[in-house]
């Protein structure tokens, strides 16, 4: 089974930006719905950007115009781009192949100080 592993968390200041990267260990993001789904302490998963191969990206309000989710399917790297991070964005964030079987990563924790 594909496995996937996140990278880019850390310590950013509000309003700052960030790059998180998913690498899978096999050819999957071209072939399947591919997202990142974040965690707030205290609250649900909350999906925040995916990427369809036949419909495109789409992304949740809170973070629409903010995020950026692409793919590098040479390299087999999901990213997504966050900028005007707000303190609210703080979560730990998961790559995530939806669907069955539904992969997930480890996970990386973004904190936003506020």
């Known amino acids: 089974q594909v496995q996937l592993a996140e990278s880019g968390g850390g310590l950013v200041q509000t309003g700052g930006s960030l790059r998180l990267s998913c690498v899978a260990s096999g050819d999957i993001f071209s072939r399947n719905v591919m997202g990142w789904v974040r965690q707030a302490p205290g609250k649900q998963r909350e999906r925040v950007a995916w990427?369809?191969?036949?419909?495109?990206?789409d992304y949740a309000g809170s973070v629409k115009g903010r995020f950026t989710i692409s793919i590098d399917n040479i390299k087999n790297i999901l990213y997504l781009g966050m900028n005007s991070l707000k303190h609210e964005d703080t979560a730990v964030y998961y790559c995530?192949?939806?669907?069955?079987?539904?992969?997930w990563g480890q996970g990386t924790q973004v904190t936003v100080s506020s």
């Open positions: 990427c369809d191969p036949s419909a495109g990206a």
């Open positions: 995530n192949k939806f669907g069955v079987p539904d992969i």
